[in-house]
């Protein structure tokens, strides 16, 4: 049986991913139910704004209300031109990186690496909040390992820097995303501050949301991983907070409606021949676990334009509603 937590003001949240969490994956997940979306990671080194990349990952126009872009870096004062920067190009909120565990970003003190510098984390925090227009938040994690938790001291400082919220991912950056996310942390860190605090980590269904919200008292989830080819998770929560039922999933019909959507955004945020290649990854989310498909793959991605590979994934859906009226 499910406690329900108390939901009414509860926020949910896409969480930032790279290479995933571009913007027609965002606009899907508004569509799905997440009251905000926030962007793929943005360099702090304004100086590579201009590239294709960079300009890709920093188009939020027709994105809605609550524009959320994350910056990362090590240096306070570029981060302090970044968050003008993004904020110059629309941002309602910007979002500072501190639980990145890549080690590329590690490897140059950015990220979660910055948990083992607090007085660093501080000037960070303090340098984007002066010169900020909009709300800051900051995302972490519980630690840099099982020996340094020091999220509870994070989130003071956060706060006394005038951090406005604050994502707590469950685990510490030696985890990376082995094991079981452990809340409890979160718990802790909610009760030693007065500014919102949301919880992130192995939150896969309605059941974690109200166990993890239950358990830590959070103002919000933040859903990540869990999101990939399942976007109308957010809207199976919207609905439980909202009627206190369960809704099922979408049926082979819907779920190709909403493929076929996402797809075509792709094709025309990136143009055809990179909204192809970068295509393949959604469909692999979506259908990796549908009967037949390690054959579909060997074919689905040989295709080079965004029409075939469309008529390829309808065949393929085709197929599996057949094989559901059979069985």
């Known amino acids: 049986m499910i ?8 926020i ?53 209300a609550m524009t959320i872009v994350q910056i990362a870096g090590a240096d306070p004062e570029l981060m302090a031109q970044a968050a003008l920067s993004n904020i110059d190009n629309g941002a309602d909120i910007i979002d500072i990186n501190m639980g990145c565990p ?5 490897n140059v003190m950015a990220g979660s690496s910055l ?33 340094t938790k020091n999220a509870v001291e994070i989130a003071k400082i956060a706060e006394d820097c005038g951090i406005s919220r604050l994502t707590v991912h469950g685990r510490t950056r030696a985890c990376r995303f082995k094991g079981q996310a452990e809340h409890e942390t979160v718990a802790r860190v909610k009760a030693s501050v007065s500014i919102d605090v949301i919880a992130n980590g192995d939150i896969r269904s309605v059941e974690d949301v109200c166990n993890v919200l239950n358990k830590t008292n959070a103002d919000g989830i933040m859903i990540g991983r869990a999101s990939m080819g399942n976007p109308w998770l957010f809207r199976k929560i919207r609905y439980f907070f909202e009627t206190g039922k369960q809704l099922n999933d979408p049926g082979i019909s819907e779920v190709r409606e909403i493929i076929e ?67």
């Open 3 to 10: 406690t329900i937590p108390e939901s009414e003001d509860k």
């Open 115 to 147: 948990l083992k510098d607090q007085k660093l984390v501080e000037m960070i925090l303090r340098s984007v909040v002066k010169v900020s227009t909009v709300p800051v938040s900051l995302k972490i994690r519980t630690g840099w390992d099982k020996n």
């Open 102 to 106: 890549a080690k590329k970003v590690c």
């Open 261 to 327: 959507a996402h797809l075509k955004d792709i094709y025309e945020h990136y143009g055809e021949y990179m909204g192809v290649r970068i295509a393949r990854k959604h469909i692999y989310m979506y259908c990796g676990k549908l009967p037949g498909f390690d054959d579909f793959r060997k074919v689905v991605c040989t295709v080079e334009s965004g029409e075939s590979q469309l008529q390829m994934v309808n065949e393929f859906f085709s197929s599996q509603t057949q094989m559901s009226m059979a069985a």
């Open 12 to 64: 949910i949240l896409l969480a930032p991913m790279a290479g995933v969490t571009d913007k027609p994956f965002r606009r899907l997940c508004r569509r799905m139910g997440a009251h905000a979306c926030v962007s793929e990671m943005i360099t702090s080194d304004v100086k590579l704004y201009g590239t294709r990349k960079s300009q890709l990952r920093r188009d939020f126009s027709d994105e809605g």
